[in-house]
């Protein structure tokens, strides 16, 4: 009797343990395409604004832009910057690993600083560090990832 007991005990135990582990393992998995979700998105919206900042800047100076186009040009540089802050704090709260966070900082930094450009040759120098930036935070959240 004694030992049905301990066989239906370990069977218990062994079910429960299993069952705990997969839990574990679920959330675990869970946790890496939510952090995949959160750098994806940051780089997505960095390269959006990004891109309307190199637009905008050209239609201001094209000359030929209406009042109507300039204001929505630059309500959407608005919308695409701020798109940028919630997936930035993803990544700062769901990524421990500081060259990950390092890199996301400096993608947004050399994203916003299209915005200081004055010649279209310092737009240029400034798309091209923000590229740089881009691509460096994209191999080092790689790196983390593997």
Do not use: C
Request: no cysteine.
């Amino acid at each position: 009797m004694s030992a049905a007991i301990i066989a239906v005990v370990g069977t218990l135990a062994g079910s429960a343990l299993t069952g705990l582990l997969g839990y574990v393992a679920a959330q675990r998995g869970e946790l890496r395409w939510r952090r995949v979700d959160a750098l994806t998105e940051l780089s997505s919206a960095a390269t959006d604004h990004r891109r309307t900042m190199y637009s905008r800047f050209n239609l201001e100076r094209s000359g030929t832009a209406t009042g109507g186009e300039l204001a929505a040009a630059k309500a959407e540089s608005y919308a695409t910057r701020a798109a940028v802050t919630a997936p930035l704090v993803r990544v700062r709260l769901l990524i421990p690993d500081v060259r990950v966070r390092a890199a996301a900082t400096e993608l947004v930094s050399a994203t916003y600083a299209l915005r200081d450009a004055v010649t279209q040759a310092g737009l240029d120098r400034a798309r091209e560090a923000a590229l740089a930036a881009h691509d460096a935070f994209v191999d080092t959240a790689a790196s983390y990832l593997a």
